[in-house]
Structures are given as structure tokens and as C-alpha cells.
């Protein structure tokens, strides 16, 4: 336990006794609140004024502070100046009271030094600070901290610790009371890297009181630089409610959420806010607004010159597009005031990982550690970069060190958890790759996943003519939190299923799922194929067009039908250009909106392919392997401007449109699914139709349909409430109007769906199956539906049918004892004895209720194929369990025979 | 370790009593562990269940438990030998204008519960086996854990003690019920098997354990061994492991844990098994009644039946010692007693034909 530790466990007293004193003296004093109001000094009105945000007031009564208040009055004075951002008066008003010696006025001296500080002049406020320091015996705390930080900043590590250390010993012996001072204390502890100390003392700080805005700040600052974002959130939280004006909890709320209306409200309060204006900046960049972000930015360093986080994004910016000489201004700006920063390179190494360039990410992670080998976010950095490159075992060990030297650190921790989970998996190979799966999935997904996988690579090379860097690393998580880590480091990434980085490829295990996992796994592995071709340069519109035009290019039945949804878009002009379709991904509000991103992404590369040809959307890929301009690749490539290729592109969608030719009601909301977009799309208006089917609803349709006789929901929902009512006849008459209009809707129900279940209803067996036939020319995620034709096909004797739905059913849920079952009589019925071997295997994996059962027919599966010993091992097991059981004895005589034959 | 001590030794007398060759072992050579002979199976005894459907809250719920009710009923008559005069089915209020109704012989409150229980008394010889099938509600935790019935209703150490009266009859209580911990552990008692849908007082949601139980007694779904036969272990192994399997495809965590205490001591095992501390009795009480099928065979079709008991009993045996052996030389011991068996069979089934 450190001395500061101890210190702190025998301070709980002394602050618990303290607490119940200052409450006695609270209740004593409240009684009488109002008659001090008329007589509270000017000190105490001014910081009753800070405390409600009212800055400007706060700042003029401040200065009326006389006598013994007038140091702090000045002080206050200055930081509500600087609440506002008038860095002029926060300056003025201290510098003008100081005397001769910074060391005669410590207090405002330190102010002093914070305002040159938030101005970019370290040099000169680590002059004052020194000067305070120097000139007096016991420098207070606030100097000392301000000092030892500024000491770091600027690279002077070692002295900084010392200064730091003294700050913590003087808590340490006892000499620090007030909650401003132990916030300070905290600050050191954190800046000293005794996180935990820090944790403590922030604890402390805010208890002794509650209103220390900075306190409960800075604490969120740590909880931030942790990742902790739901503690962080709380924090900020926190002072927020004290003070709702608080420009640094606004901030802060805006970097946990990414909430664009708090740093408005901040800009508003204080429009010099290097913070707020920083992270605006942030948030325009990963909206692809970089033009608005480099204004934000612009901003900053004519405020502050020393801003590292800007500097750092800046030089990340130069770094990523190659512009070396802008790179290495930035880089010796940094030096001049904070000579070889490790923050800085771990900032950008943080923007490479950001943006999928692991190596150049790994290169700066590692200089970082170079530059300050206690620089543990730099380890953290290191070894997550290192995963995505697959090199799993020297990733751990970094994220072991970072996380040995800092375990608040949440990302980090998570990160080591999911390697525990790993250890529990199995791993597989294939020719092209290697796949981390749990024990369950090893059983029963990877006799489906291996064939698909080598068939991905085989068809997707060749047709790209381009071979990535194998073996490509899968990695399969039963838990979507493993997932979520592993892929951000994280354990919340929303919708996603799958996830690429180039060599490295995270999915959620199928078993969790209800889609078409094969399509996801082709999805992803051409994501494998574009990032390699450009060395991870690729924008997300066109890795995902990409990828969603192969899915369906893979199986004729894979990829999106959205029709619906883009005559409702197109109606609405939601079309995004093609110049800020990444937009559509980082600004996505709801699933509806990122589905429709990835369907519009799709649609320009199904425009180029058809409209330009395939070769032209290679040389396109080809383009982002180098950095150059928008506008230079599509002139390259195409001939034209990027806005002449997106006139075209509106022309072809409004063909589109118009070949569609259905109208969308604007009383229906868009499909939603799950699953990133792969999975079934639910039509909640027709949902609600099928629930609350009445009178009122079919007279309203059917003037819907007076008014639009291209209204596909409206025939849909009308001849759902008929089918409600068993009007059989007339509900068919608008689902086949429906389906005719629209044969290729996918959603939940669709006509086709709904047609299948009136035949059923009806006894009409041949149309039912049709009608599900029909269904499955578009969805691929529906198992009960490819069950119930691959069970008709297998009792018609039709193998070839059979095979292909029980594929399709596979497709869709690959743990389901029934689709085995299936197989397995299908396997039997064709005589394939190894078929019928996989099957049974993956059956005893499955059985729950009858293992015996399923070890007998694995045993005796085994016997069909040749595989005597397998088979004879398995019936063992069965009899050790039901030694009775006569088919498994007269098994067990054969297996035993034809051993001896052998 | 005092159990598993004691375990060795039993495994140890039965080889020593092997000779004797008792036809009452045929369950699984654990009988020697059963000092006090509960659940003998013999032909000479009866087996009688009592279902008590209590009254349910809602219309879906009431739907449920009276086809529960029902079906359990009817798979005991068709797969199991039980007929109407050796079931009582108590029902609600005693309402039976219901299709089906017929089968119900009383009300499931405090009275009908008496009544029934005593008409019972009236009927069981010494050895006989007594099921209790409670489907419905529950309520409460502890001491104060309910068996929700028509007027008021029960508690656990009530109901224990209407059970006193059977002190010379096998007990097996199958409590399918909500919040059915607590009454569950008051019913524990040695010799008695004890099936509890939820493990805690805590698990306070209905269960849906009941469905698959009974689906596993339906046409002997549970029967793991293919003994022809259905324990109450296995019935219990067959519901926990859908039970287990039906939350985790629906993605939920499972809010019931069934439990199983068959050594009274009131703490209940979520996986028992022989060497659990929970098992030993659920393995060998049989929800029927062991057929005697020795009748009219050959003195040589007895002699071969006899050797298969006895080698079935040899493979129980040596399955029970499993972790004393090398595995290869278990596994060759183990074929050499199968294949045995399997011959002996195939010769037995001759003579039959």
C-alpha cells in the first residue's frame, strides 16, 4: 500500500467527522440565511454567481471584493473571465494586482499562469510559476500542481515529478484541507500516473464539496482518458447540474456522446473555448465535413498555438496523406514547446488505427513508447493496432504492460478479457485461412464455413484478379461483447456483425444471429480483397457498395432489395451525393438510415459496373491505393467531374424510380432490421395491420389505394386484414396486386409470405410451396420456410431440391437439429456415406434429449462410410449408457465382424 | 467425502452380492445403495399418481396448466400402465364441463387435497409408489412458499405433513409450480424424491419446466438407455437440458433452474446424476411399473435371461469404477461385456421366435 494510500484510509475519518461538523454548522446556519442574504460579501456573491453560471455578473462583483477578499475576488474575477473566453480581462485583472515579485502574490500569480497557459505561452507561465516556486518557502498547492503540469507539458519529466511529489506530500502530512487544494492533489497523483490515488482524491474532493466543478470535471477527465465513458458521462453529468453553464462539462458530455447541441451551448457561453472548438473540429472530421473541421482548427491555434490534440489531429491529418514537409512543420512546433511529446505521436498513432492504417499505426505507437517508455497508453495503442494486424501474441504482451502499469484503463482490461475467452477456442485452417471459433462453433459451423470461405477466396481473386496477403485471420465470437471489444475496444458497436481490417476479419458467431451468416461472411471477406488492394485506403461508401453488390453477386437470392425504400428516398430527396456518402455511415441516426447508406453505396457501384463496366470499378479501387482527390480519381477513371458522375448516377436512380413504379405513402416508416442491415427487414405497418386488423383500416386502405393504385403498402395491409378475416379470396386478389407490383420486397410479411399462409389455410399444398418458392427468389434469411420445402422436396423424392433448401436453411441457422436431421435422411436417401458421417456428427453435437440415439446413428453412419473403428468406439459409448438397447448391440456385432474381417 | 467414501463401498458389496443374482437390481446395479429399499421395482407393486391442477390467473395460463393436466393424465394411461384408479386428478374448483372433462375425480383445494389424500391412504399397500404431479401457481419464499389452490392455500410444511401418512409408500413430488422453491425443500425427506421447477426463492416467474417434463414421459421421450423405461431422473434431464435450451435460443437468461433432491436433505442438485449428491434414487423410481416377463419361457430363454441381467449389472458395475482403470483397459473391458451381451440377446430373442 503507498504512503498516500494509508494517508487517505486514515483520512476517511477525519473527513466523516469533518462532514458531520460542517452539516451541524449548515442546519445551524441555514435558519439564518436570510437575514445574512442583505450582508453576504461581494467574494460571496461572485462565487455564488460562478457556481449558477452567470459569469459576466460574476466577474464585475468579484472586483468589488475588498480588503482580506480581494485576492480572491481577483482571482474569481479572472476565471469568469475566462468562463466566457475574454482572455484579455482574465489576464488583466491579475497581472494588473500583482506586485513586483510573482512570489509576493503566489495566488494570482498561478491564475496568472493558467491564462498564459490556455493561451499557448508555456514558456512565460512556467517563468511566473518558477518564480513563485523559487521565491517562497511553501509554494501552495495550486502552484505547485500548475507547475509540475506544466513541467510535463513541456518535457521536463523528471522535474516535473519532483514538483508533483511535493504537492502529494504535503497531503501526505496532512497540510492540505480544502476541496480546491485536494483536487489538486488529485490532479498530481493522476499526472504522476497513481491513478488509482487520483481516483481516490477526486472521491474525496467532491465529497468535501459537492459544488467543485472542476473537481467533479477533472474526474471525468480521468474516467475519460480511461474510457470509462459511463462514469466519465456521469461526471460531467454531475456538474452540470450544479452549474448547467459549465463550459468543460459541456465539453466533456460532447466527447462521451459526441452531442453537437452542448458544444453549440459551450460556443455560446464561451466562444473562445479551445476545448469545445477542438472536439467541434473532431466531429466535422468524422463526418467528413473536413473543410469546416480545418476552420475549427484554424481557430484553436490562433487561440492557443500549444494546443497538442490539435497539432496532433493536424499532423495526423498531413501524416495520413502522405504530405510529409506538413507533417513535419507540425511535429517541430510540437518540439518547440514539448520536445518528442509521446501523447502527440500516440494521437496520431490513434488516427492511423482510426483509419484502418494498423501499420503506420504500429509505427507511431511504438515511437511513442520510444519517446516515453511510461507512456502506457502508448502500449495499449501498440498491441490493439498489432491485433488488427494479426499479430495476436506481441499485441498481448503491450496490452499486458499497459495494462500492468495502468488497469483503469477500460479498454485495455477488455482487451485482455476477450484474450481469456480466446484461450477457451479452438483454431482452424483452411488453405487461405486460420479462424479462432469457440468449441461449439468448431463442431458444428466450420464444416459450412470452411467451403464457403475457400469458395469466397477462389471466386473473388480470381474475379479481382488480385490475391491478398494471406492466411486471413477470422476470428468468431459467441459473445457480442467479445466482439464489440475486440473490434474497438469496446463492448458496445451497435448494429454490427462483422467487422474487417484488412488481414483480420471479427464476426459474431451465427449461433447469436438470425440472418444469412454466409452472406455476411462474403460480405466481409471482400472487404478483405478491397482494403489489401489499397493498402486500407478505401472509403467506407465503397468498401460497403463493394461488398453488398458481391453479396449478391455470390448467391443471386444474397444482397439487398430495398425498392421500396428508395422510391420513399428518392421522393424525399435523401439521396446522399456521391461525394458525401461516407456521411450516411458516420451520421447514421437510426438503423433505417444505415441500412439505406449501405443501399445507396451498392447502388453507385451496381451504376458503375452496368453503366461503365466492371473493369472501371477495379480501376476505381485501384485509385484509392493513392492519395490524390476525389475529383482526380473520377476524372481518371471516368472522364468526369465527381459532379457529373453523381447527375448521372440521379438520372439512372430516377430510371430506376420510374421502372419501380410504386408509390410510397408517407404515412409508412421505411423497413428496420437488425444485424447491420443483414437480416430480415420488419414492415411495422403491416405488423400493426396483422394486429389490429378492423373496419377502419380496411375502409382506409382501400382509399388509398382510390387515391394511388400504385400503393404497394396499401394493397399489402389490406389483403393482410383480409387474410385476418378469412376472405380468402379477396386477400389474394391484393397480395398477388401487391407482390406483382413489387416482387422483389423482402420485408416481414410480404405478399408471397402471406399468400403461402392463406394456401395453408386452405389445404392447398402445391400453392403454398409455390408461393414460398417465390419467397425464397428473394430472402435469404427465412429458415422455416426453406425447412418446410426442403422436408416437401426430400418426401418427393426431388434430391436436388432438397439439397438446395436445406442449404438455404443452413444458411440461415446452422444449430438447429432439424435442418440436420434433414440432411442427414437426405444423405442417406443419395447414399453419400460421408455426407450422412458430417451430418450425424454434427447431430451428436446438437442432442440434448437422446444422445444415445444420436450416437447409434453416428456409429452406425461411420459403418456405412468404411469407418469401422470411429464406429465401434461410438456404439461403446452408447451401450455404457443403455447397455439394453438392442439396435445398438447388433451394431456393435457388425462393427465388431467387420473389424476381424479387416 | 463422506459420500464418496460410502459410494466405493456400496460399489464394492454389489460385487460381492452379484451372485445372488436379485432380478430387482436390473435398475442399474444401484440398489445396493439403498440401504433402506426405497424404490424397489418390483412387479408386486403399484405405482398411483395424484395431478393437482391448481386454479390459474388468466385465460392463457388456465388453458395451459388444464392441458397439462390432461395430457399427463393420458400419457400415464396410454405409455405407462396407470389407469383411471390409479390417478386422481384434481382439477381447479372441480369444475369438469370441459371436453375432457370426465377425468377429473375432485377440486384442487384444502379438501379435495384431504380427501383425495386419504382415499389414497385407504388403497396403498406397503412398497406401492406414490407420485404427486403439482402444476399452477406458487407464491411466497421459505417457510411461507405456497401451493396456490382454491381458497386458502398451502404451504409446504402443510402439505409435508399431509404426506406423513405414507410412511411405508415411495414418494416422488414433481413441483412444477412458480416460486416452487421453498415448498419444494419443506417436502424434502429421506427416501423421497423431490423435482422442484425453480431453485431459489428468488425464481418467481412460471416456469415452463412442466411442458418439457411431460414431454419427456410422452411416449417415453426421456428414455436415455433405452431401457423401454422412463426414470424420474431421466424425465428430469430431459426437461432441464430444453428448459436450459429454450431461453438460450431465445437469447434470454433462463429465470428457472430446476433442482433435484433425493437424499433429504433439502438442498437441491441442478445437475444430478449417480455420482452427484442427488441422483442415486431418481435414477431407479420408475414412473411405471416393472413388468414381469418371465412367464412361459423355456428353463434355457431363463437361463439366458438371466445371464443378460447379470452382465447388464456387470456393465453398471464397471462403469461405476471407470476412474479406477486405465482407459484403454476400461474400454476393452467394457467391449468384452457388451459384446457379450449383445450375443446373449440375439441368442435370447431366438429362442423367442
Known amino acids: 500500500m503507498s504512503s498516500l494510500t494509508e494517508f487517505l484510509l486514515n483520512k476517511r475519518w477525519a473527513s466523516l467527522v469533518g462532514a458531520i461538523v460542517v452539516a451541524l454548522i449548515s442546519n445551524g446556519l441555514g435558519a439564518q440565511d436570510e437575514l445574512l442574504e442583505a450582508n453576504d460579501s461581494a467574494l460571496y456573491r461572485g462565487e455564488q454567481l460562478l457556481l449558477n453560471g452567470s459569469y459576466a455578473a460574476a466577474s464585475e462583483m468579484f472586483q468589488m471584493a475588498d480588503g482580506l477578499d480581494r485576492v480572491d475576488g481577483l482571482i474569481g474575477a479572472s476565471k469568469a473571465y475566462l468562463m466566457m473566453g475574454n482572455f484579455q480581462d482574465a489576464q488583466r485583472v491579475v497581472e494588473d494586482a500583482i506586485d513586483d515579485e510573482y512570489a509576493d502574490s503566489p495566488l494570482l500569480s498561478t491564475q496568472l499562469a493558467e491564462v498564459k497557459r490556455g493561451l499557448g505561452l508555456s514558456q512565460e507561465a512556467l517563468q511566473i510559476l518558477e518564480a513563485v516556486v523559487s521565491g517562497m518557502g511553501d509554494a501552495p498547492v495550486r502552484t505547485l500542481v500548475q507547475y509540475g503540469s506544466l513541467l510535463k507539458f513541456v518535457g521536463e519529466k523528471e522535474a516535473a515529478f519532483q514538483i508533483l511529489n511535493q504537492a502529494v506530500q504535503r497531503y501526505n502530512d496532512g497540510l492540505v484541507f480544502s476541496s480546491e487544494d485536494v483536487t489538486m492533489v488529485a490532479l498530481a497523483s493522476w499526472l504522476l500516473g497513481n491513478f488509482h490515488d487520483a ?107 500549444e494546443s497538442l490534440r ?188 462483422g467487422i474487417c481490417f484488412g488481414k483480420v476479419i471479427t464476426l459474431i458467431s451465427p449461433d447469436t444471429l438470425t440472418a444469412n451468416w454466409q452472406e455476411i461472411v462474403w460480405h466481409e471477406f471482400m472487404h478483405v480483397i478491397t482494403l489489401q488492394m489499397t493498402g486500407n485506403r478505401m472509403p467506407r461508401w465503397l468498401s460497403e457498395g463493394i461488398s453488398v453488390w458481391e453479396e449478391r453477386e455470390g448467391r443471386p437470392y444474397w444482397g439487398r432489395s430495398q425498392g421500396l425504400d428508395l422510391v420513399r428516398a428518392a421522393a424525399e430527396d435523401k439521396l446522399l451525393p456521391v461525394a458525401s456518402l461516407n456521411s450516411g455511415f458516420s451520421g447514421a441516426r437510426n438503423n433505417a438510415d444505415l441500412s439505406f447508406a449501405y443501399f445507396q453505396s451498392y447502388l453507385v457501384v451496381d451504376y458503375i459496373a452496368r453503366e461503365f463496366g466492371f473493369p472501371k470499378l477495379v480501376e476505381l479501387i485501384y485509385q484509392y491505393a493513392e492519395i490524390k482527390e476525389d475529383s482526380e480519381r473520377f476524372s481518371e477513371v471516368f472522364d468526369m467531374s465527381v459532379n457529373e458522375f453523381d447527375a448521372g448516377f440521379r438520372n439512372w436512380i430516377t430510371q430506376r424510380v420510374n421502372q419501380i413504379n410504386v408509390y410510397a405513402h408517407t404515412e409508412d416508416v421505411p423497413d428496420e432490421g437488425e444485424g447491420h442491415g443483414h437480416g430480415i427487414r420488419e414492415n411495422s405497418s403491416a405488423i400493426l395491420a396483422e394486429l389490429y386488423n378492423n373496419a377502419s383500416l380496411k375502409q382506409h386502405m382501400r382509399s388509398r389505394i382510390e387515391e394511388n393504385d400504385r400503393d404497394f403498402q396499401a394493397y399489402l395491409q389490406l389483403g393482410i386484414v383480409l387474410f385476418k378475416e378469412e376472405a380468402f379470396e379477396e386477400a389474394k386478389v391484393h397480395l398477388e396486386i401487391a407482390h406483382e407490383m413489387l416482387p422483389s420486397y423482402t420485408g416481414y410479411p410480404s405478399p408471397a409470405l402471406v399468400l403461402s399462409q392463406i394456401y395453408e389455410r386452405e389445404g392447398n399444398r402445391a400453392m403454398q410451396l409455390q408461393w414460398l418458392e417465390t419467397l425464397m427468389e428473394s430472402l435469404q434469411h427465412d429458415y ?102 438392442l439396435r445398438a448391440q447388433q451394431l456393435l456385432l457388425e462393427s465388431v465382424e467387420r473389424e476381424s474381417a479387416q | 467425502m463422506f459420500r464418496l467414501l460410502t459410494r466405493k463401498l456400496y460399489v464394492f458389496c454389489t460385487g460381492l452380492v452379484l451372485a445372488a443374482g436379485s432380478q430387482f437390481l436390473q435398475a442399474q446395479g444401484q440398489t445396493q445403495d439403498n440401504e433402506l429399499n426405497y424404490f424397489l421395482d418390483s412387479p408386486d407393486t403399484s405405482k398411483y399418481a395424484v395431478i393437482m391442477v391448481g386454479p390459474a390467473v388468466g385465460e392463457v395460463n388456465a388453458g395451459r396448466f388444464r392441458q397439462w393436466g390432461l395430457s399427463l393424465h393420458d400419457i400415464l394411461t396410454r405409455d405407462y400402465g396407470y389407469s383411471s384408479d390409479t390417478i386422481t386428478l384434481l382439477y381447479n374448483d372441480g369444475d369438469d364441463s370441459f371436453v375432457g372433462g370426465e377425468r377429473v375425480d375432485g377440486a384442487t383445494d384444502r379438501e379435495g387435497i384431504v380427501q383425495a389424500l386419504s382415499e389414497l391412504r385407504g388403497r396403498v399397500e406397503t412398497g406401492d409408489q406414490i407420485t404427486l404431479y403439482l402444476i399452477g401457481h406458487g407464491s411466497g419464499a421459505e417457510e411461507e412458499a405456497k401451493f396456490n389452490i382454491v381458497g386458502p392455500d398451502l404451504t409446504g410444511i402443510e402439505f409435508a405433513e399431509m404426506l406423513d401418512q405414507f410412511d411405508r409408500q415411495d414418494m416422488v413430488i414433481v413441483n412444477t409450480t412458480s416460486a416452487s422453491f421453498g415448498f419444494s425443500a419443506a417436502l424434502s425427506s429421506e427416501g423421497r424424491v423431490v423435482i422442484s421447477s425453480t431453485r431459489s426463492p428468488s425464481e418467481r416467474y412460471d416456469p415452463i419446466f412442466s411442458g418439457y ?51 433429504g436433505d433439502s438442498l437441491f442438485t441442478l445437475a444430478p446424476g449417480v455420482d452427484q449428491a442427488d441422483g442415486l434414487l431418481a435414477e431407479i423410481a420408475y414412473i411405471d411399473t416393472l413388468v414381469d416377463d418371465t412367464a412361459g419361457l423355456s428353463p434355457q430363454a431363463l437361463e439366458l435371461k438371466a445371464r443378460m441381467q447379470e452382465l447388464e449389472r456387470s456393465v453398471f458395475i464397471l462403469r461405476g469404477r471407470k476412474a479406477e482403470y486405465l482407459e484403454a483397459d476400461y474400454w476393452q473391458q467394457m467391449e468384452q461385456l457388451l459384446v457379450e451381451l449383445a450375443r446373449t440377446t440375439g441368442q435370447f430373442n431366438e429362442q423367442l421366435n
Open chain 1, 199 to 305: 481516483n481516490s482524491l477526486f472521491n474525496e474532493a467532491t465529497r468535501a464539496n459537492p459544488n467543485n466543478l472542476e473537481a467533479h470535471t477533472l474526474w471525468a477527465d480521468l474516467f475519460l482518458e480511461k474510457y470509462n465513458a459511463s462514469d466519465a458521462e456521469r461526471g460531467y453529468q454531475d456538474a452540470l447540474d450544479i452549474n448547467s453553464r459549465y463550459v468543460p462539462a459541456l465539453v466533456g458530455i460532447a466527447r462521451v456522446v459526441g452531442d453537437e447541441r452542448s458544444l453549440q451551448r459551450a460556443l455560446a457561453i464561451n466562444p473562445n473555448s479551445v476545448a469545445a472548438l477542438e472536439t467541434y473540429g473532431q466531429l466535422l472530421m468524422m463526418n467528413g465535413r473536413e473543410d469546416e473541421a480545418q476552420a475549427y482548427f484554424q481557430q484553436v491555434l490562433a487561440l492557443n498555438p
Open chain 1, 310 to 497: 490539435t497539432l496532433s489531429i493536424l499532423a495526423a491529418q498531413a501524416a495520413l496523406n502522405k504530405k510529409d514537409a506538413e507533417y513535419q512543420d507540425y511535429l517541430a512546433r510540437v518540439d518547440a514547446f514539448s520536445p518528442n511529446n509521446a501523447e502527440f505521436l500516440g494521437h496520431i498513432a490513434d488516427s492511423f488505427g482510426n483509419n484502418y492504417l494498423f501499420t503506420e499505426a504500429v509505427e507511431f505507437a511504438r515511437a511513442s513508447i520510444e519517446a516515453d517508455p511510461e507512456y502506457w497508453q502508448g502500449y495499449t495503442l501498440l498491441g490493439s493496432n498489432l491485433i488488427r494486424l494479426g499479430e495476436e501474441e506481441e499485441g498481448k504482451a503491450n496490452l499486458e504492460i499497459g495494462f500492468d502499469n495502468d488497469p483503469f484503463n477500460v479498454m485495455t482490461s477488455n482487451m485482455l478479457k476477450v484474450f481469456d475467452t480466446l484461450e477457451t477456442y479452438a483454431t482452424l485452417e483452411s488453405e487461405h485461412f486460420k479462424v479462432h471459433m469457440s468449441e461449439r462453433d468448431a463442431d458444428i459451423l466450420w464444416p459450412y464455413l470452411e467451403p464457403l470461405l475457400e469458395e469466397s477466396w477462389e471466386t473473388l481473386t480470381a474475379k479481382y484478379g488480385f490475391e491478398p496477403e494471406g492466411p486471413v485471420l477470422i476470428e468468431v465470437f459467441e459473445n457480442s461483447e467479445d466482439f464489440a471489444v475486440r473490434s474497438v475496444g469496446l463492448p458496445d458497436i451497435g448494429p454490427l456483425v
Open chain 1, 784 to 885: 422455416g420456410s426453406a425447412i418446410i420445402l426442403a422436408e416437401a422436396a426430400l418426401a418427393a423424392e426431388d434430391y436436388e431440391r432438397a439439397a438446395y433448401y436445406i442449404d438455404r436453411a443452413i444458411q440461415v441457422d446452422p444449430y438447429r437439429q432439424d435442418v440436420h436431421e434433414l440432411k442427414a435422411r437426405y444423405a442417406l436417401a443419395v447414399d453419400d456415406s460421408q455426407l450422412a458421417v458430417t451430418e450425424f456428427e454434427v447431430l451428436m453435437k446438437l442432442e440434448i434429449s437422446d444422445p444415445v440415439e444420436a450416437r447409434t446413428n453416428l456409429a452406425e453412419a461411420y459403418l456405412k462410410n468404411g469407418q469401422v473403428s470411429e464406429a465401434k468406439q461410438n456404439i461403446l459409448y452408447a451401450l455404457e449408457q443403455a447397455p439394453s438397447f
Open chain 2, 213 to 263: 417434463f411431460i414431454e419427456a414421459l410422452d411416449q417415453r421421450n426421456g428414455d436415455r438407455d433405452k431401457n423401454n423405461r422412463v426414470s424420474m431422473l431421466e424425465a428430469f434431464e430431459y426437461a432441464r437440458a430444453n428448459v436450459e435450451q429454450w431461453y438460450s435460443e431465445q437469447g434470454r437468461l433462463a429465470p428457472e433452474h430446476a433442482g433435484l433432491d433425493d437424499n
